[in-house]
Each structure stands twice: as C-alpha cells, then as structure tokens.
T-cell receptor, first 113, second 118 residues
Framework: AQSVAQPEDQVNVAEGNPLTVKCTYS??????LFWYVQYPNRGLQFLLK??????LVKGSYGFEAEFNKSQTSFHLKKPSALVSDSALYFC???????????FGTGTRLQVFP | GAVVSQHPSWVICKSGTSVKIECRSL??????MFWYRQFPKQSLMLMAT?????????EQGVEKDKFLINHASLTLSTLTVTSAHPEDSSFYIC??????????????FGQGTRLTVV
C-alpha cells in the first residue's frame, strides 16, 4: 500500500541556519512526490514536486528537495531559514496509476529569531 | 499557480441542520476535485474524489449519505454535510486538479472551511 512517513512531528531551527524536513515514501512504481505548506486556518500551498528528471528539485520561497530512490526519501531543505517559514509542512506522494495524493502526518517547523 | 476558492471560510451551525461548502476553480477547469477532512494537529484525510458529471467516489469509512458531493460543472464542486452533529466539527479542505493539462499533477487547494456544530 502507498504511504508517506514524516518521522518528525516538529523541527526547531534558528533563523539563518539550514533546515531539513524529512520525508520517506512507499509507492509502487515511479512515484510523484510533492511538498505543501500550510499556515494556520488556511489551505495548503504547493511548494515543489518531483515527477522525473533531476533529483534535486527547486521550488517556491527558496525551498528545495532531493529525491533519493535508494533511500526512498524526499527531504525538504532550505539553506537559510526565515522566521516566516514557520508553518506546517506536508509531504505527499502519488502513484503513477492513481489520481489520489497520500499525505504524510505533517511536520511543524518552528524557526526562532 | 491556479486559484481555488472555497466558501465559506468558517461556519457555525446547530445540530441537525445541513451545511453546504463550495469549492470553485477560478482560472482553470477542474476535471477532478478532492475533499479532505483535517483534524487538529493531524494530516489530511481524503474523504472523496469528485469527477465532473459523475458520482463521487468515497473513501472507505466515509458515509456518502451524510457527506453529499456534487460536481455539477468543471469549476464547481459542493460538499453538503447533512444532519450535522458535533463530531462533524472539523476543518474541511477541497483541492482541484486539471488532469488534462500538462501541469495537472499539481493539486491546488482551497483555503479551507472550519465547521463548528453546536
């Protein structure tokens, strides 16, 4: 069965430091992978996606993610965190033969000044 | 990116009444819309998949008679919570995708509706 795991409920990082939010997936075939961000009482905003091609994907607001097939991971990264990056981040996957997105449990990122 | 508008943003209703939530794609045709429910500090739970002009496909455990979904046009899907009870209180989010378009793999989300049943 298709699944997405985000092992950290919360990640704390100081402003200016690099951040990583972890995600691993289990999908049959070649996966489509996504990162979304959610601010309080709001819907989800798309950050980036991996469909095919380069393993390093660059997205909105300076975020990037690296697809690692051998480790079945798709960790979200940013070289220098901002306080405004504090939000709830969701990793999602989609199998090539279905329309459905499967979400991880979410990771709350807290960036301290 | 494309815009999905969800209305209302929040609603309070009495037990036993019905509430309708609208989801509109403003600048693209959404061949498929999805309805999610999100509990506090939890992930999104897919409730149903709505395809224009056909019946919605409900996920296991979701009561289709309680959560009525209508996808009447390529830009509008509605979720009606019938005979609402306090346990239906939650944050409901819709998303829309244009699966015909090359960029269709990307889902665009509404801003969500917080339903409180008293």
């Amino acid at each position: 069965a298709q699944s997405v795991a985000q092992p950290e409920d919360q990640v704390n990082v100081a402003e200016g430091n690099p951040l990583t939010v972890k995600c691993t997936y289990s999908v049959s075939g070649n996966p489509y992978l996504f990162w979304y961000v959610q601010y309080p009482n709001r819907g989800l905003q798309f950050l980036l996606k991996y469909i095919t091609g380069d393993n390093l994907v660059k997205g909105s607001y300076g975020f990037e993610a690296e697809f690692n097939k051998s480790q079945t991971s798709f960790h979200l990264k940013k070289p220098s965190a901002l306080v405004s990056d504090s939000a709830l981040y969701f990793c999602a996957s989609q199998s090539y033969n279905t329309d459905k997105l499967i979400f991880g449990t979410g990771t709350r990122l807290q960036v301290f000044p | 990116g494309a815009v999905v508008s969800q209305h209302p943003s929040w609603v309070i209703c009495k037990s036993g009444t019905s509430v309708k939530i609208e989801c509109r794609s403003l600048d693209f045709q959404a061949t498929t819309m999805f309805w999610y429910r999100q509990f506090p500090k939890q992930s999104l739970m897919l409730m149903a998949t709505s395809n224009e002009g056909s019946k919605a496909t409900y996920e296991q455990g979701v009561e289709k008679d309680k959560f009525l979904i209508n996808h009447a046009s390529l830009t509008l899907s509605t979720l009606t919570v019938t005979s609402a009870h306090p346990e239906d209180s939650s944050f409901y989010i819709c998303s829309a995708r244009d699966l015909v378009a090359e960029q269709g793999l990307e889902a665009f989300f509404g801003q969500g509706t917080r339903l409180t049943v008293v």
